[in-house]
Nanobody, 119 residues
């Protein structure tokens, strides 16, 4: 089991920055993939960015060059630095952790944090 607690959301003007944090209840050395997803009203949840335990990063084309995902193993926390925010980035952002054991993937989600970007 992994509990994930997000923080750092809020209201920001277009062009501004926010940093989201996701604190895990256990050592993230054991978590194969950590990531961020978002869901805007009336839209499906979508991938924002992920980072593996080895440091490999995958991110959506819409955020490349603006958002940076990182992880601090000593603090059991991963971060999403969001720069040059746009109104279309407005959504609830969810932290995700995936633990992979042979053929089974265990998925854990945080409660979500609201990010609102005003124009």
């Amino acid at each position: 089991q992994v509990q994930l607690v997000e923080s750092g959301g809020g209201l920001v003007q277009a062009g501004g920055s926010l940093r989201l944090s996701c604190a895990a209840s256990r050592s993230i050395f054991s978590i194969n993939i950590m990531g961020w997803y978002r869901q805007a009203p009336g839209k499906p949840r979508e991938l924002v960015a992920t980072i593996t335990s080895g440091g490999s990063i995958n991110s959506a084309d819409s955020v490349k060059g603006r958002f940076t995902i990182s992880r601090d193993n000593a603090k059991n926390t991963n971060y999403l630095q969001m720069n040059s925010l746009k109104p279309e980035d407005t959504a609830v952002y969810y932290c995700n952790a995936k633990i992979i054991r042979v053929t089974t993937v265990y998925d854990y989600w945080g409660q979500g944090t609201q990010v609102t970007v005003s124009s």
